[in-house]
């Protein structure tokens, strides 16, 4: 099964975020992870995706116009994929990274997509809306990225199938 990793990063943070949800889908066996800009995406291999996992750093309490302008692309193949999200933000008490996360929920959801992010209920470390980042990620940051990806990656399968 693959799974497509879509992020814009401007420092890195978000898309270190990226490689870590990668890792972690691609601990689960049958799974095929890739990481791609939002500027170079590659549409055939997000076409072929089950999943499809987006990120992005905050802006103005809210996510990157860059992802917004992804998500209302038109004729994007997301309907049916199966999807989560993942935020970064330089601010230790907050950023937005939730309203982040909300807004590209809302453009999965209008795509026609089935979001999932494991939450409280899908082991530790809980999730919420997704993964979220403040700065670099380190430590339990870190272990969130890592169980957004085993979290979609399960998911998928269960859902979809090798």
């Known amino acids: 099964m693959k799974v497509a990793i879509l992020y814009h990063s401007e420092t890195g943070n978000t898309e270190r975020m990226a490689e870590l949800i990668k890792e972690g889908a691609e601990s689960v066996p049958g ?25 992005c750093p905050t802006y103005e309490g809210t996510c990157s116009w860059q992802m ?46 089935i979001v999932y992010s494991g939450g409280i209920t899908s082991g530790s470390p809980p999730l919420h809306f997704g993964a979220v980042s ?16 085993v979290n979609l990656a399960e998911k998928g399968l269960e859902l979809f199938g090798e």
């Open 31 to 55: 799974v095929e992870a890739r990481i791609m800009r939002v500027e170079r995406l590659d549409t055939a291999y997000l076409a072929e995706a089950a999943v499809a996992a987006f990120g």
């Open 134 to 149: 403040t700065r670099r990620p380190q430590g339990f940051d870190e272990e969130r990225c890592r169980k957004l990806g």
């Open 68 to 113: 917004k302008k992804l998500l209302d692309t038109p004729g994007l193949p997301l309907g049916g994929k199966l999807g989560g999200v993942f935020a970064s933000q330089n601010w230790p008490g907050g950023g937005g990274a939730d309203l982040a996360e909300i807004t590209m929920i809302a453009g999965m959801l209008v795509r026609g997509m």
